[in-house]
């Protein structure tokens, strides 16, 4: 799945998808690039509301399980 995302990173932002974008990244193993993007995602769940915002609005709704009714 991929996001595309409108928003005003900081500055931390910006090395965090430098680091990412490099060639060592690009050719790191699996397990590396895994967790450096789980690192860039936690830095924006819990720094950047807008983003989080953002993503809940455009991904689908769930709809809640309806309870059986046992009464019928």
Do not use: G
Not at 18 to 47: G, V, W
């Amino acid at each position: 799945m991929k996001l595309y995302l409108d928003f005003e990173p900081c500055k931390e932002c910006k090395e965090m998808m430098n680091e990412l974008s490099s060639p060592e990244m690009i050719f790191a193993d699996e397990k590396t690039r895994t967790d450096e993007s789980a690192k860039f995602l936690r830095h924006l769940t819990y720094n950047h509301n807008e983003v989080v915002q953002a993503v809940m609005e455009d991904l689908p709704k769930q709809k809640k399980d309806q309870e059986p009714d046992f009464y019928q």
